[in-house]
């Protein structure tokens, strides 16, 4: 694999560092996320905890961006676990609710995140596997994000909210489109990538068979 992605020199130092703020980040972001989504803050921030999207994109940067793909793996484990240990530990505590089915559904995907962060890393590297690495979380954020359109169903009281949702996707989207591509070939390979893959997970309803009922859109 070295082919596709060489790995960059970094001391244990270094490494620590790396995984300590990554600890950090995820258990700010948990944190966050859960009193954000209060009733009467602020409606845009309903269920942000299930919006897969979000942390699709936020993991996805800390993978790439990793000195190598272990690290990748570690960091992205320690974000999730972190994350929801936060999260999860503010709802049992102060919320004085054990949201069991879906501490265990997402305790599932924290322990699968270090293989997809393995293999989210080599993204930035060279060759057809890069490129198709590179679409996946952006055809994620494509396909949930086609899926705001039944946000805040069956009741409407915030539906003027949708375009607004979809636009931080989007926004997201071009972030990733502009940053892990490390050529304009592999920008303009990976976008028609994104589309297809997006077009088959939106029609065959990949994100609602998985994710359906733990996911705030599907």
């Given amino acids: 694999m070295s082919q596709i992605r060489v790995r ?13 703020n990554t600890m950090m980040i995820g258990a700010i972001l948990g944190l966050a996320a859960k009193l954000v989504d209060t009733p009467g803050i602020n409606p845009i ?14 993991a996805t940067l800390l993978s790439v961006f990793s000195y190598s793909p272990k690290l990748a793996a570690v960091k992205i484990f320690a974000f999730f676990g972190s994350m929801l240990t936060a ?12 949201p069991m089915r879906e501490i265990v559904f997402w305790g599932m995907c924290a322990v699968v995140s270090p293989v997809c962060a393995y293999i989210m890393w080599y993204a930035r590297g060279n060759g057809l596997l890069s490129y198709i690495v590179s679409a996946l979380p952006i055809t994620v954020l494509l396909s949930e994000g086609f899926e ?7 009741i409407h009281t915030h539906y003027y909210l949708i375009p ?6 989007l926004i997201m989207i071009l972030v990733l489109l502009l940053i892990i591509p490390k ?9 028609p990538i994104a589309l297809i893959l997006s077009f088959i997970m939106i029609y065959f309803n990949v994100l609602g068979r998985i994710f359906g009922g733990t996911n705030s859109v599907l």
């Fill in 8 to 20: 960059n020199k970094s001391t244990t130092k270094q490494k620590v560092f790396s995984i300590v």
């Fill in 164 to 169: 607004f949702l979809m636009g931080i996707y």
């Fill in 183 to 191: 050529n304009k070939i592999q920008f303009v390979v990976v976008l």
């Fill in 87 to 98: 999260n999860y530990a503010y709802t049992v505590l102060f919320l004085h609710f054990f």
């Fill in 148 to 154: 705001l359109r039944h946000a805040y169903l069956p």
């Fill in 45 to 58: 921030f309903d269920n942000i905890c299930g919006r897969l999207g979000i942390w699709v994109f936020v």
